[in-house]
């Protein structure tokens, strides 16, 4: 799904002016691609957050800026509360593009096994039409027995589109319940030393 | 039993100093909820064992826990009743350093719901403040 975003073109540069920038409900970001020259822009905090929301990587900019671009990167703050910077780059519809989707699961597994579900990979990149990228990959795990999994290959992808992940990773299985973990095992009371041989071998001679 | 590393270089370290953020560590990767750390400080290594058993008593057979941080700092202490001197303590416990934004345990396969009650008894262990995270958008 394309999204719309609008777009300002952004003068200030350097982490002073961003700083200042993001202070004010701006979100610095980047255009770049197409052997054409990079544009710095900046992005309203909201439509930003929106975006991210609604998982779409496709966007069509307006503003300063008529263009179409791809969402390469974002960039959040240490505690991942902010968005602190985007990477656009600029993309055509025909152009094949690689991108990470996200994995949702659909369905419910088989209760009779009395498995537990392990989601292992819970991103899977693709190579596909830009024009059809979905914002999420859809696995179905419905009725899935005990002892079972999905692999990276057998995901419904959207058409055109291969897979850059393994084939043979495994997006998700249904292991047995993992038992009671709570014993006190025994174990060394202090740690081995490495260089300890070493400094005896030294000590001999 | 507390974690502890299986061999080390040097028995004993220094205290240094905890400065600045977290920039690794800090997004939830193997689970969908994550308890994220947002002060710096010591967790001793009991406190993580005691935190797993407390999350472990709450999701058990449902979800699965993971523990992000690994205690890998000896401290040493010097007996009751020593006059000083006579060099440094015997190493007496072993924490994990953590920085603010790191995220310290992790669960998979529960709800929104059950993952904050089994945060809120397991941040109750911690002594420094904590929150609950979801995942990042991709």
Not at chain 1, 74 to 98: C, M
Not at chain 2, 108 to 137: D, H, N, S, Y
Request: aromatic fraction near 4%.
């Amino acid at each position: 799904m394309i999204e719309t975003l609008e777009v300002v073109k952004r003068e200030a540069q350097g982490s002073w002016n961003v700083g200042k920038l993001r202070a004010t409900g701006y979100v610095p970001a980047i255009l770049y691609g197409h052997g054409e020259e990079n544009i710095c822009l900046s992005i309203r905090k909201e439509a930003v957050a929106a975006l991210i929301k609604h998982g779409s990587k496709l966007v069509s900019l307006t503003g300063s800026i008529k263009d179409t671009a791809l969402l390469r990167e974002v960039q959040w703050d240490t505690f991942g509360s902010n968005v602190i910077h985007l990477d656009l780059a600029r993309v055509s519809q025909s152009e094949t593009v690689e991108v990470t989707l996200p994995v949702q699961l659909h369905g419910e597994i088989a209760a009779a096994g009395g498995g537990q579900l392990r989601f292992a990979t819970h991103e899977i990149t693709i190579r596909c039409p830009a024009a059809s990228i979905p914002d999420h990959l859809t696995v179905e795990i419905a009725g899935l027995q005990l002892g079972a999994s999905i692999h990276v290959s057998e995901v419904k992808l959207p058409a055109g589109a291969t897979p850059v992940t393994l084939g043979s990773v495994v997006v998700v299985q249904v292991v047995a319940p993992a038992g009671s973990s709570d014993d006190a095992a025994a174990v060394a009371v202090e740690p081995e030393l490495i260089r300890k041989e070493k400094a005896d071998a030294a000590a001999k001679a | 039993m507390a974690l502890m590393p299986k061999r080390v270089k040097h028995r004993k370290s220094q205290r240094g100093r905890i400065k600045g953020n977290a920039t690794r560590g800090n997004k939830v990767v193997f689970g969908e909820f994550g308890l994220q750390s947002l002060q710096g400080g010591w967790i001793r290594a009991q406190t993580i064992e005691a935190g797993r058993i407390a999350a472990n008593q709450y999701v058990r057979g449902e979800g699965r826990l993971y523990i992000r941080i690994f205690p890998d700092k000896p401290i040493s202490s010097k007996p009751l009743e020593t006059r000083m001197g006579k060099g440094k303590g015997e190493p007496e416990y072993w924490v994990a350093v953590v920085r603010p934004g790191t995220v310290l345990y992790e669960l998979a396969g529960v709800t929104e719901a059950q993952a904050k009650v089994c945060f809120a008894r397991l941040a109750a262990k911690m002594p420094i403040k904590v929150r609950m995270v979801r995942r990042r958008p991709v």
